[in-house]
C-alpha cells in the first residue's frame, strides 16, 4: 500500500475574479501529485460532507446554522474573508471530512495526507482569516468521541499562529496545541497555545530547522499522543505575500522530512494538512504544498508503512 492521500473535486469552490484567495491551488495540487508521479489515482481517497453534529463538537449551534444557511451578517461575513455561496458551504464541509478521513487513515496507515485543510483561525461562534470551521478541531473531537484517540498533538507550523485552535482547546488537557509562527503577523490579537514559539522576521532556513529541532522531540515524548496532526502551511516561505519569513523551497521540504521523519521514527501516526499559502505564482506556490505529498511519500517508504 501506498501513502493515503485525501482529495475532492469540490475543495474548488468559485470566487469573483480577482479574489486574494488562491483557491485553485487544490485542485492544481492534486493534479500536479498525479502529473510528478508523486502519487499514483488509486492513492487517493475521497472525503463525505460530515454531519452537522459533528461540526458541532467545536463550533456552536447558532454559528453553524447562520453560516450554513447564509445568514451571518456582513461583519461577521468580512472576518471570514471569502463571499458567502452554498458551494463555499459545501467546500468548507468537505474540507472538513477531508481532515476526519486523513485523520482516521492516519491511524491505520501511519501517515496521511490531506490536499487542502488546515483552518485554524476559526472560533466556535465565528470565523476569521479565511477560516470558517475548525478542521484540526473538529476531527480532534471526531477522533476522541468515537474513541479513536485520547491524546492528540497539534503541530503548527503556518507562519500565522493557531489562535482558534489554542482558544478551543485552551481548557482541554487531552489537546495540545503547538504553533510556530512568526511574531509580528495576523492575527494581530494572539491566543495562548500549549506552546508558543514566536519567530522573529525574515527567519531562514537553517535557524528555523534548529528552532524546530530544539522543540519537537521533547514534546512528542512528553505528550506521547495517539496522533499528530500536522498543520503544513507553506506561508513561512520568502516569497509568500503574507508570510515574513524567508524560507527557501529546500527549507520546506527540510521542515517536512524533519516533522515526519521524527514522528513516525518514534511511533506517532500523523494526519497532514496543507495550511496557508499565498502567492500570484500559482505555479510555485502549488509546488511548494506539493512538498509535504513528496515528503510524507518517502517517509512511507522508508519506513515502510
Ligand atoms: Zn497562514
Redesign the pocket.
Known sequence: MDLPIIYHPDYVAPLPEGHRFPMPKFKLLYELLLGDSVAQPQQFYTPTRPPQELIELVHTCEYVNAYCQGTLDAKAQRRIGLPWSPELVNRTCVAVGGTILTAQLALVCGLACNTAGGTHHAFPSYGSGFCIFNDLAIASRVLQKIGLAQKILIVDL???QGDGTAFIFQDDDSVFTFSMHCEVNFPGTKQKSDLDVPLPVGMEDDEYLQTLASFLPDLLSNVKPDIVFYDA?V?PHIGDK?GKLALTDTGIFRREMQVLSTCVAAGYPVACVI??GYADDMKSLVYRHSLVHRAASTVYQQYRL
Open positions: 503556518d507562519v500565522h502551511g506561508d503574507l495550511g496557508g
